[in-house]
Structures are given as structure tokens and as C-alpha cells.
């Protein structure tokens, strides 16, 4: 037996190496980020955290610090899923999603941190046990880069070791986007991947003529053409045969992935752990992914995803993130080849520089 003792929740707000956008989300000079530190009463901590945009990361860890303390203070964190479904129905009036699925995914991941730490096994074992080596991508965040930027990004993206590159769409003109998209193929080597995100850019009709001139560039996927939800709008642009989409970024519950995949809408399922709520939601639907007979791909968060991925047989590749969070981790994944591979350390094995980020405590 062992139960929780301790809980300690923090808010970051970190700077963006460079200020970045996309569509949806517009320029962005940094992101909040929550911590979740837990310890049982044996000794043993488990570290969580979740990242999103500014502004946001107060009411998260609020909720954390709050309804989900009550619950996990003296509760066995080995009952993960018990205490999951509790976190659920205390706030699932005001919640399914939102900030409260963001508070969710960071307590979540102390808790798998913790039963890592206490089994002295790595995540990626502990989870499914797959294969360590995980193929990933960069994932750019451009769209305000003009083309030399642009273009150096990729070039950049292909010295640092990948083997497949993702920009941004969603410029005022389509003629823009295509005018880039053809300018980074003869830009990148011909054996590089590329892959384009649209960030919810588009109508379905602008997004149906987009993948109609995308076509030719052979993309491994267009992301997020339209709004998340738009699940019947998803069904027909991919019953058009044109270009594989990719999505699941801002869905935040494992029901909105299972309207999105019954509706036949998405070829690469694209689930974050940080805003579904958790380890524990991202694996049912990476699974169910599987038993549908679909890839599954990862949003942000690479050191965490990387285990997750390294989990499971269907997955296809692990989004390299642009927030720059390395520069606060011990030991930062690193990228060989066009692959990551997940540590042997035990839990998620980050270390964070606690000091190094304690000028951004909000
Ligand atoms: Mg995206």
C-alpha cells in the first residue's frame, strides 16, 4: 500500500526561442506551462506537466491544485484509472475537455511517472513495449517566417538529423501557400518527407481546392484543414482521395476521437497527451487507432510522447516540437537518423532544471 502525501503545482510562463504562428492560433512569444510533483508516503515522486498557450496555464493549474488535490491527497496513486474517473466526474459539468482536461493530463503523468520510478521501468516498457526507436518529424510553426526563413528552417531541420519536415499553411492567398509549399519541395532533398498543417485555416470548400493543387507535392498529410470539430466536414474532404489528413491536436476527449474516426475522417489521428488528459486517454486512443486500422501520430510534448509512441505497433511518427523546451531538461531527447529513442530511465526520465525555470514562476 501506498498512498499520495504530497502534492505541489506550478505555473510556468516561458519564453519562445523565436516568436512563431499558426492559423489558429496567431503569433505566439511563449506558452504556460504546468507542473504537477507528487510523493507517496515511501518516498517515491512522479513528475507531470502539460504546456499550452499563454495566458491559460493559471486556470489548469487552479484546477489541479484544487478539485484534483482533494482527490489524490492520501488516495493509492497505483489506482490510475480509478483516480482518473474520479478527476472526471467532480469536474465533467464544467469539463469533457478544456482546461480541465490540461489539469488532468499533468496529474496523469506524475502519477505513470511515479509507478515508472517506483517499478524502476520506463514508460515506454511499462506501457506496451514496442520498439525504443521512434521515426519523428519537425514540426515547424512558420507561418510568419518570410520564404529565406523559411527555407532555412527546413535546411536546419534536415542537418539536425530529420528525415521528414512540416510546414505551415494558412496565408491570406492560397497562391501563397502553394508558392511556398513548391518553393521548400525543390528547396528540401528529394528523399525528405514533408508534411503541411493548415491550423484550421480553411472553409471546406477553400480546404476541398487547396488539396486539389496540394496533390502533386505527394505530402504525407495535410493537418487540420478545417475546424476540429467539423467531423462531417473531415468525412467528405478525405472521401475525396486527394491528400491523407491528420488531426486530433484540439480534440480533448477520447469520444471526440471515436466520432472523428467512426466518421471515416482522418487517416493519421493525431492525440496530445497534454490536452486529452493524459497518458491514460492517449493510449485508448492510440489503440483504438489500431483496432480501426489506422497510424497513430503525436501533437507536442516529444520527450513524453516518445514512450507512448515506443508503446505501441501502429505508430507512424512522433511530432519534434518547436517550443523549445529542452533547453529546461538534464538529458533532452535527441533526434539520429530521422529517429528519437525513448529512455531506459525509469518513469518519463525528465529532469527538469527547476532553478533554470524558476524566473518564469508565475
Ligand atoms: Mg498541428
Known amino acids: 500500500m501506498s498512498t ?5 503545482v506550478k505555473c510556468y510562463r516561458l519564453p519562445l526561442p523565436v516568436p512563431m504562428e499558426a492559423s489558429a492560433a496567431g503569433v505566439m512569444a511563449g506558452f504556460d506551462m504546468v507542473t504537477v510533483q507528487l510523493r507517496d508516503d515511501q518516498g517515491a515522486g512522479g513528475c507531470g506537466y502539460t504546456v499550452l498557450h499563454e495566458g491559460q496555464g493559471a486556470a489548469v493549474a487552479a484546477i489541479a491544485d484544487g478539485p484534483f488535490r482533494e482527490i489524490l491527497q492520501g488516495a493509492d496513486p497505483r489506482r490510475i484509472e480509478w483516480l482518473w474517473i474520479q478527476m472526471y466526474k467532480r469536474t465533467h459539468y464544467a469539463g469533457r ?14 502519477l505513470w511517472d511515479m509507478r515508472g520510478n517506483t517499478l524502476g521501468e520506463p514508460l515506454w516498457r511499462l506501457l506496451g513495449g514496442f520498439d525504443p526507436k521512434v521515426r519523428c518529424y519537425a ?15 527546413g535546411s536546419k ?36 518527407d514533408m508534411m503541411a498543417d493548415a491550423n484550421e485555416a480553411w472553409r471546406v ?7 486539389k493543387q496540394l496533390q502533386r507535392f505527394d505530402l504525407v498529410w495535410l493537418e487540420e484543414p478545417i475546424a476540429p470539430d467539423n467531423f462531417e466536414g473531415y468525412r467528405h474532404l478525405r472521401s475525396l482521395g486527394l491528400v491523407p489528413l ?43 487507432a489500431e483496432a480501426n486500422g489506422l497510424p497513430v501520430i503525436s501533437h507536442g510534448a516529444h520527450d513524453l510522447h516518445v514512450h507512448l509512441l515506443a508503446a505501441c505497433p501502429n505508430t507512424a511518427y512522433l511530432e519534434w516540437h518547436a517550443f523549445g523546451l529542452d533547453q529546461f531538461m538534464a538529458q533532452p531527447l535527441t533526434v539520429a537518423d530521422g529517429f528519437a529513442t525513448a529512455p531506459d530511465r525509469p518513469g518519463h526520465g525528465i529532469e527538469f532544471d527547476w532553478v533554470g525555470m524558476g524566473k518564469f514562476l508565475v
Do not use: Y
Not at 97 to 110: I, L, M
Not at 246 to 271: C, K, M, Q, Y
Open 4 to 8: 499520495i502525501q504530497a502534492i505541489e
Open 97 to 110: 475537455g478544456g482546461p480541465v482536461a490540461f489539469a488532468h493530463a499533468a496529474v496523469d503523468v506524475a
Open 139 to 153: 514540426g515547424n510553426i512558420d507561418l510568419n517566417f518570410p520564404l529565406d526563413q523559411l527555407l532555412e528552417g
Open 157 to 192: 531541420s534536415v542537418e539536425a538529423g530529420f528525415h521528414s519536415v512540416k510546414m505551415r499553411l494558412g496565408k491570406p492567398t492560397l497562391a501563397e501557400d502553394i508558392s511556398r509549399v513548391e518553393a521548400m519541395r525543390n528547396h528540401l532533398p528529394a528523399h525528405i
Open 205 to 211: 470548400d477553400q480546404a476541398a481546392r487547396a488539396m
Open 246 to 288: 491528420a488531426a486530433g491536436e484540439n480534440l480533448h476527449t477520447v469520444a471526440e476521437f471515436t466520432s472523428l474516426i467512426n466518421a471515416g475522417g482522418v487517416d493519421f489521428p493525431e492525440p496530445d497527451l497534454t490536452t486529452c488528459g493524459g497518458i491514460t486517454p492517449f493510449m485508448k486512443i492510440a489503440h483504438l
